[in-house]
């Protein structure tokens, strides 16, 4: 199976990459919703804008995989794509790691959702105490679940980093092979 997969990639790497990204990013993002809707973990902020990468990858892929096909434009746009998909996720990697290092408590993160700013609030003006223990502020700072030692946003670190490296790497290879073709 592995060596079909291998000659599925050599044959065009585009399309195969664009499959395997969108089914990656159609795991993560099922995953993400059932634990949130159906097991009742709510996202944070953080959580919420770690997403946006994985919702991305999902439409581009698609076109990725729809322009690999084309011989309107030589697969530039689809190319281009993936290269675009490839900065996400390595994007995204980034603000994965920078969540897991604010749960591990390794530095500071956003005011807006960790325990620092909000231990702080008071009961002032308008009742601002009132209304805070009547709203439910999902924090940052706290996973909300492990395992084997990771939260969400370990585990988010790792998938990005996965699929940044196939991004990157299927667009290297393309963009060599269309750079080696090219009459000089």
């Known amino acids: 199976m592995l060596a079909n997969l291998q000659a599925k990639f050599d044959e065009n790497p585009l399309a195969t990459s ?3 990204l969108f089914l990656l990013s159609g795991a993560v993002t099922l995953s993400a919703l059932g634990f949130e ?4 973990y709510k996202p944070c902020p953080l959580c919420l804008i770690e997403r946006n990468a994985w919702y991305f990858a999902l439409i581009a892929s698609v076109l ?3 322009g690999s096909k084309s011989k309107f434009d030589g697969g ?3 190319l281009l ?3 675009a998909i490839a900065l996400g996720f390595l994007y995204n990697s980034y603000l994965a790691g920078f969540h897991a290092g604010v ?3 390794w530095w500071a993160g956003p005011t807006a959702c960790t325990g620092d700013q909000l231990d702080k609030l008071g009961g002032g003006a308008g009742g601002l105490l009132d209304a805070l223990t009547k709203t439910k502020v999902i924090r940052c700072d706290i996973a909300e679940f492990r395992l084997f030692g990771l939260s969400f946003s370990g585990y988010n670190f790792l998938l ?3 699929a940044a490296a196939l991004a990157l790497g299927t ?10 073709s090219c009459p000089r």
């Open 18 to 20: 664009a499959v395997l």
């Open 37 to 40: 809707h159906i097991g009742g």
């Open 64 to 66: 990725v995989f729809a």
């Open 76 to 78: 530039y746009l689809a």
């Open 81 to 83: 794509l993936m290269g």
């Open 103 to 105: 749960e591990w408590k």
């Open 160 to 162: 990005s980093l996965l």
């Open 171 to 180: 667009w290297l290879k393309v963009a060599l092979r269309m750079k080696n």
